[in-house]
């Protein structure tokens, strides 16, 4: 758990469990969510997913939107990346093997966010746009917000092809003539430049391909590749 606080549940789930409805073996993912869900106190068909297309598109989500994506990818919230609310038992999800997972969390005003970034997501700034959303809806402010990155692939393994340096000229990095880029890196600067606390952020700091026999990795593993969830959610 990222953020221990008594009114929040904020996790991702680790190997061999697939949490994907559309990616992995798949045969076992309802049944896998049931358990890991359970454990932390949430009933896997209240679930809010969204479809996640790598948008820059935020979703308020509310009670109408409990169970959509839960038993089925096709019900999940179209066209959307990032997903926030201020109301109790709506247990947020996102799945990632490789993209970044990052947990919001406003204590001040009650409200969290649950945000979906590769790279595509990343450069059209879909976790600034989470921000901004719950700044407009919830009056949060940055200073106030909590956040934490989930795994992903971090910059050590994340070797990318050339033509990334005119899309990320300041995070990428050239190491033995291949570039590698820092997708935690380009997120931070989407904080940090909305005023969110350097001291509130906090990482996991474990990146999906160095630690691939504990998390799924879609470059380690290409398309058998399962998918983790991260779920946040008020109590
Ligand atoms: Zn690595």
């Known amino acids: 758990m990222i953020f221990k606080d008594k009114n929040l549940i904020c996790k991702t789930s680790t190997r061999p469990q697939n949490m994907s409805l ?3 073996a798949t045969r076992d993912t309802l049944s896998n969510r049931k358990s890991f869900l359970a454990d932390c106190g949430i009933d896997y068909r209240s679930l809010v997913c969204a479809q996640q297309l790598h948008s820059d598109n935020v979703r308020y989500a509310t009670e109408t ?13 179209a066209d959307t990346d990032a997903l926030i609310t201020n109301k109790k038992n709506i247990p947020l999800a996102v799945f990632t093997a490789d993209c970044l997972s ?3 969390y406003d204590p ?6 649950l945000v979906h970034a590769g790279w595509r997501g990343s ?5 600034a746009k989470a921000i901004v959303k719950m700044k407009e809806r919830f009056r949060c ?42 997708l935690v890196s380009i997120n931070r600067k989407q904080l940090l430049g ?24 879609f470059r380690k593993e290409g398309n058998s590749a399962g998918r983790m969830i991260s779920v946040i959610m008020l109590k």
């Open 141 to 182: 402010k940055p200073s106030d917000l909590y956040i934490g990155l989930g795994p992903c692939i971090r910059s050590c393994c994340y070797q990318v092809g050339g033509e990334f340096a005119g899309l990320f000229p300041d995070d990428l990095f050239l190491r033995k003539r291949r570039y590698y880029l820092d």
């Open 194 to 217: 909305l005023g969110v606390k350097e001291a509130n952020i906090s990482d996991y700091r474990i990146c999906t391909s160095c630690s691939n026999k504990k998390y799924f990795s």
């Open 22 to 24: 559309s990616y992995g």
């Open 123 to 127: 450069l059209k700034g879909v976790t």
């Open 65 to 77: 939107d409990c169970g959509r994506g839960a038993l089925t990818y096709e019900s999940a919230i």
């Open 108 to 113: 001040k005003t009650s409200s969290i966010g």
């Open 102 to 104: 990052l947990f919001l």
